[in-house]
């Protein structure tokens, strides 16, 4: 018996770019970079603890996402297909530069234009308060926190991304959501 085809493209515009960048259109991956750019860099900077050197690693992820568009199969999204290329990237410049570990607050910045002043200063608060308490987890939790979080990906694009099967993102998000709720109590929080 055959099995069916179950490819969904997710987002035709960005397989759009993908193919247009495929065919050599310079302009796509500028529209691509301004698109997923900010993101990759989020996560290279949680990842590689240094703005500067995320910024580099985020060229060479472009770079590759430039010279692979025509292998791209679009059995997943492209955010997903690019934070995969991104995240074998950083572990690779961990290696080379022997990366050290900084606290996560030299690494964000937090901006929020529509509130307040007092909203912003406990907004500010909290989201050190959770940055203190993410970074209290290890790596491996700390990335599927953010790679479910901040970048909102699926469980079944989180498993891309790391390489790993479904049910243990499933098991190491529960483990992680469960460490960080604790890391959160320990420090009198949320």
Known sequence: MEQANLFI????????????MASGEVHALDELYTRFGPAILSYLAARLYDRALAEEVLQDVMLAVWRSAASFRGESKV??????????????????????????????????PDTGPQEKVEKLNQSAMVRRALWTLPEMQR??????????????????????????????????????RQALYTEGGL
């Open 9 to 20: 493209p997710f987002d035709d515009s960005d397989a759009a770019l993908i193919r247009r």
């Open 79 to 112: 955010l997903t297909w690019m934070l995969t290329i991104a995240r074998n990237r950083a572990i690779n410049t961990m290696r080379k530069h022997n990366v050290t570990q900084t606290p996560l607050d030299d690494v964000f910045e937090i901006q929020s």
């Open 143 to 180: 990335e599927i926190l953010e790679l479910v979080f901040y970048q909102q990906l699926s469980g079944a694009e989180v498993a891309d991304v790391l390489g790993i099967n479904t049910g243990t993102v499933k098991s190491r998000l529960h483990r992680a959501k469960e460490a960080l």
